[in-house]
Structure formats: structure tokens, C-alpha cells
């Protein structure tokens, strides 16, 4: 009898152990137990989407059961070694022969590499071709693919950016043009968009720039950036943001000012006079005004 009743209490307890890995497995993305996983598996869009806005938590809790490598993985992981393959045309030919999941352009003079994903957080979520499988079927993100793409995302300079729009005494408004250095190895360029992120207004300030490399060729790099001014919105509270603020790292740096309006509430335009936007490759101050509202 006592021994059925031993028998009985280990049945419940390895009954109770394994409901409880069927609920944990429910939890994550499909994968193997431990090991390399060569794409994440989500039930739906919805849950996807989910977990592109907590992509460092989905991946935390993924990594705990295998080694998933990622599109923006090998995209941060180049950035650790490209300086050396930019020393001369042949190093730069097998630097792209090593990474062919990166997208390199190479319009007109620009030799710079970039993520193939518009969205940065999505390409997290990506194995290197770009895929993640949703609902059963594998669904590719990869949404940059000609030199036109990125110029309608502002990565590359476009061919008009000398011809921006100037204030009536004769400063930038909104964007500032290509800007070079006193040796002609430097640039950078302003632009200034404003839209909407998960509900919420922003204007956003983006600064690029460039170094020359190998053969005379632009190339992304990191670098440092100084925004001071201030910029107000026409509604909402707290509508004036002291800008003061300094960043590091690869183009674009972007500096973004979040609206603290009500809900369904349009904080637009957003102002700001004399911006003064310091790029460390050319030791020189720049100015710009903004005045900006979402493009309809």
C-alpha cells in the first residue's frame, strides 16, 4: 500500500514537471532545445510585432535556449572590424566577399555598408537572409535593395541637398546641406523629420557624415555630435525641450524630441530657432532653424 502511494506522488510530480516545460515552451518562439537556431518562429503577426517593440527581451529570453544569430548581429559585428578592410580596394572587395547578407550600394561615391532592414529592431528578430517565420510561413523583412531606398530614408545624401530651403536671413530651415571639411576628407549633412512613434509625436534631428577611405571613396564611420538650442510644440504640456546633448557612434546620430501631448491630440508644428549643430570632423559651428510637421 505504501508503496502505491510513493508510486502514485512520483506519477503527479513528473505529470505536474512536464505541464509546466508545455507551458514555458508555449511562451517563446519556437526553437530547439539547446543549440544554434537558424530562424524564430512566432504563432502570429501580431505576436511578432509584439516583440519587435521589446526585441533585447525576446532575445534574452531566447538566448537562455540557444545561440540565434541575427541580421543587426552581424551588422554590429562588422562594425568591430570594417576599418581595416577600408585601407585599400582589394581589402574593401573581400570585406564584401565576408559579409554578403549587408547591403553595399556603392552610388556614386559613397562606399559605405548598410543594414538591409529599414527597421533596426525587426532586424533583430531576422536570421541572416533576412527571414523570420510567422504562423508557419518564413516571411522576409529585407526592404532595402537599390540605392533608392536609402535615399528616400535619408542615408545616403541626395542629389538635391544643395538646394535646400533657406530662412529670410539666409540660414537652414529643417535640413542643412552637405558640409565638407578644410581638407576635403570630411562631410556631413542635416535633416529634420517629425512623425509619430506608438502613438506619440516626435521630431527627430538627424545628423550624417562621412570620412574618405580608400580610393577616394566616402565611407560611414563614427563619430561625435553636438546639438544645442531648443525646440518648442505649438500643444501639449511641457512644450519646450532645452536641447543639450551629445552623442557618439555611426551616422546617423539621431536626436529626438518625444511630445508629451494628450492623446489624439496634434502638438504640431514644432519650432526651434538657431540650433547649433557641431559635427567633430569639421571644427566648425552650424546653425539651423526648424519648423516642421508631419509630411501629409
Known sequence: MKKNFYFLLFSIAMLLFACTNDQESDLLPSKEAKGTVDMLNFATEEEFFNAVESPEATLK?????????????????TWEIEEEYY????????????????????????YSFFLPVSNESVAKLLNLEGNVRIAGEVVNYIDIKTPQDLLKLGQLAPDDIDNRIMTRNGGYLNDIPNQYGPDGDRKFWVTTVAGGLNGRPYTTIEVYFRRKGAGGHWKNYKSRVTVIGRLQYATGEAMIFPVTSEKYGKAPLKFEFLSSAAPNVNPFPCRGNNIKISYQGIHEDYYMNVDISPKQ
Do not use: Q, R, V, W
Not at 529570453?61 to 559585428?77: A, G, Q, R
Not at 585599400?88 to 561615391?109: A, I, Q, R, T
Open 61 to 77: 529570453t531566447i538566448s537562455t535556449h540557444s545561440d540565434f544569430k541575427s541580421l543587426y548581429n552581424e551588422y554590429e559585428e
Open 87 to 110: 585601407a585599400s580596394e582589394e581589402k574593401y572587395n573581400e570585406f564584401k566577399m565576408l559579409f554578403p547578407h549587408l547591403y553595399f550600394p556603392e552610388y556614386k561615391d559613397d
